[in-house]
């Protein structure tokens, strides 16, 4: 009796074991929370990684805490030679406690720096001083931005009254429809309370500047020839300004060549006969080639300059002679004087 009571146990234990083992081996069908075949899955009997876990609970996943006073990590390691961790720092860390990085142990430092206090992210440094914060390196900002064109940062005040932004840059790429303007484009997205629109500033790749400037056949300020000439800023609409300094630069093309003295001072006889046939001074533009070419300010500047220095010629050439003249009736009026 004591041998079948001893079998019946020993059975019993067996299996037991088996059915544990089956939970760990892959074998047969188990209802608890550990399954593997190779994998583990939690909450799945089929998982897909070697670690899955599954879960509808509320904030609920896999936790990782670290009881000491240095970082909670993550190690992402591979046969590359470059291997990686997330860290969740503590009190222990030199880079204070409640952070979160990424940690290139290749590298030796931090690729990305989250600062818990403020939620500012640096990029190349350990305290990052806005949302953003590059330090050594660039930003870049490519491919385009779907519905809108091109790659572009956009700024709103208030996200839920303007949620397609108050001011945008993108970069534009020429096309058909704007066959000259690639460039960045500074436009108000819409809907706006102070309207939408394109082109408010643009800056084309050629370094020209336009103000409501543009050869966009499909914009309401279409010009086909918008930035014809070799002209920096083209501006569609006035400039109200308190100061404007115009000046040559690098040349030395003013006026002062008047005062040359090998300067042909034209003949007032000569200059008469020119303005009868041209209806207009010598060497300043007529009104036709002002409609067609516009106005150079400094061009015209020096030209007008050279006006006035011709008449000071003039003038001066003119009280030479009135002079002579008065000397000369001076000189009449003495004889005539002598001789009564």
Known sequence: MKRKLFLVA??????????????????????????????VGIGTTTPVTQLNVITGST???VRIQQTGTTAASLGLFNNSGRNW????????NSEGAGNLGIYDYSGGGYRMFIKGATGNTGFGTLNPLFKLHVNDGGL?????TPGYGGPQLIFSDNAASYPQGRWAIEYLIADATRPSMGGLNFWKPFPDAGGAGN??????????????????????????????????????????????????????NWADYVFADDYHLKPLSEVEAYIKANNHLPNIPSAQA??????????????????????????IQLEKDVKQL???NAELKAKMSNNK
């Open 199 to 252: 082109y408010s500033l643009f800056l084309k790749d050629d370094g020209k500047i336009g103000m409501g400037v543009t050869d966009d056949n499909t914009h309401g300020s279409y010009c086909a020839t918008a930035f014809a000439g070799g002209y920096r800023l083209y501006v569609n609409g006035g400039i109200l300004t308190t100061k404007v300094k115009i000046a040559n630069y690098c040349s030395a």
């Open 10 to 39: 020993g059975l019993t234990m067996f299996c037991a074991f088996i059915t544990n083992a089956q939970q760990w081996g892959g074998s047969g069908v188990t209802t608890g929370d550990i399954y593997r075949t190779g994998r």
């Open 326 to 328: 008065q000397a000369d």
């Open 290 to 315: 002002i409609e067609e070419k516009g106005l150079d300010l400094a061009e015209i500047a020096s030209k007008q300059m050279e006006k006035i220095e011709e008449l000071t010629l003039y003038l």
């Open 140 to 144: 870049m900002i490519s491919g385009s």
């Open 85 to 92: 961790a997330i860290f969740s720092t503590g009190t222990g």
């Open 59 to 61: 904030n609920d996943g």
